[in-house]
C-alpha cells in the first residue's frame, strides 16, 4: 500500500522535505493507481524496470515485490537518501540500483547494456516528460513497453491528429514508434500535493514496424515544425540541395503539393521522409 496523505506529510516533515512544485513532487497515495500501474505493465515474474523518480519509493517498493530488478533516478538528493536507507537490503542485493542523477541526461539509469528486454515504469515529473522521452530514443534502446503517468494534455499532444495545433514533432517520433494502448484518467487527489493539472496513466507498447528517426533527421523536422504554417516548399528551399531533393522528392511521391504545410502531413508520410534520409545526413 502506499502512503496515505498523513503517512506522507508526516514521512516530509520527518525528512523535513518540502514538495517542491519545479521538480514535480506529487507523490502517490492512491493504491489503486500503484496496483493500475503494475497491472497494466505486465511485467515478467524477475524482468528489468527502469523508474525515473522514485520519490518516496512507493512504486519503487511496488515493483521490488513482484520480483523486478529496478533501475531508478532521482535527482533529489535528499528523496534519494531516504530510499538508500529504507531500501538497504534491495540496494545490498542488487535488485534495486539507484542513480542521483537527471533522467533527461541519464535516460535508463544504470540499466547495463547489456539489457535489451526492459519496461520503464514510472509517475513522471511532468516538466521533464517530453525532453526525458526525446532522450530515450537518443539511446536507440526501446523499451517493449512503457506504463507512464503523465499531464493529460501532453499525452493529448503526442497522440494529436495532423491538422490540428496539438499535432508536433514528438507527436511524430513517439506514434512512429509507440502505440498507445491503454490510457486512464487519474484524480488529482490520487497525489500529495494535489497537482494543478490532471493527468493520465498510460500504456504505450512498441509497434512491430517501429520506426527510429535518426537523431538528424528529428532535428530538420523539429525545425520545420517551428514554422509549421509555412509551405513545405518554401522550407525546402533553405536546406543545403542534397536535403531539399529528398523533401521534393518525398512530396511528389506522397502527392503533396509544394503548398502543404508540415502540420498537415500525417505521421506515417513523415516516416517516409525519415527513411529517404536515412543514411544521408
Ligand atoms: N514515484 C513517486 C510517486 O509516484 O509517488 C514520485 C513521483 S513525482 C511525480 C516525480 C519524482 O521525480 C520526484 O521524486 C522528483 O524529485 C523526481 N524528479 C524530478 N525531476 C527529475 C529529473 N530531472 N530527473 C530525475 N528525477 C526527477
Same mark, same amino acid.
Given at each position: 500500500m502506499p502512503l496515505s496523505p498523513s503517512e506522507t506529510t508526516s514521512l516530509l516533515e520527518r525528512l523535513g522535505h518540502l514538495p517542491k512544485k519545479k521538480l514535480g513532487q506529487n507523490f502517490l497515495i492512491d493504491g489503486n493507481i500503484v496496483e493500475k500501474s503494475l497491472q497494466l505493465a505486465? =511485467? /515478467?515474474? !524477475?524482468g528489468d524496470v527502469v523508474e525515473i523518480g522514485p520519490g518516496l519509493g512507493t512504486l519503487t517498493r511496488k515493483l521490488l515485490d513482484a520480483g523486478q530488478t529496478v533501475y531508478a533516478v532521482e535527482i533529489d538528493h535528499r528523496l534519494a537518501e531516504n530510499i538508500e536507507k529504507t531500501e538497504t537490503k534491495a540496494i545490498q542485493q542488487g535488485k534495486l540500483i539507484l542513480s542521483r542523477a537527471d533522467a533527461v541526461k541519464m535516460?535508463?539509469?544504470? =540499466? /547495463?547494456? !547489456?539489457?535489451?528486454n526492459y519496461a520503464i515504469v514510472a509517475n513522471l515529473p511532468y516538466a521533464i516528460s517530453s525532453a526525458w522521452l526525446e532522450s530515450v530514443l537518443n539511446?536507440?534502446?526501446?523499451?517493449?513497453r512503457m506504463v507512464l503517468m503523465m499531464q493529460k494534455e501532453a499525452v493529448e499532444r503526442i497522440w494529436a491528429k495532423p491538422g490540428?495545433?496539438?499535432?508536433h514533432a514528438l507527436s511524430i517520433f513517439i506514434s512512429n514508434t509507440y502505440q498507445l494502448t491503454e490510457k486512464h484518467a487519474v484524480s488529482?487527489?490520487?497525489?500529495?500535493?494535489?497537482?494543478a493539472v490532471d493527468s493520465m496513466l498510460i500504456r504505450i507498447d512498441l509497434k512491430e514496424d517501429a520506426f527510429l528517426f535518426s537523431s538528424s533527421t528529428r532535428a530538420l523536422i523539429r525545425k520545420i515544425f517551428t514554422q509549421r504554417r509555412k509551405q513545405l516548399g518554401s522550407l525546402a528551399r533553405k536546406e543545403a540541395p542534397e536535403i531539399k531533393e529528398i523533401i521534393q522528392q518525398w512530396l511528389d511521391e506522397g502527392e503533396?503539393?509544394?503548398?502543404?504545410?508540415?502540420?498537415?502531413?500525417p505521421s506515417s508520410d513523415w516516416k517516409r521522409l525519415g527513411i529517404l534520409l536515412a543514411g544521408t545526413h
Open positions: 505486465d =511485467l /515478467p515474474a !524477475s535516460p535508463l539509469g544504470s =540499466l /547495463p547494456d !547489456s539489457i535489451a539511446t536507440q534502446r526501446l523499451p517493449q490540428t495545433k496539438e499535432y488529482r487527489k490520487c497525489f500529495y500535493p494535489a497537482p503533396h503539393p509544394s503548398s502543404s504545410r508540415p502540420e498537415q502531413i
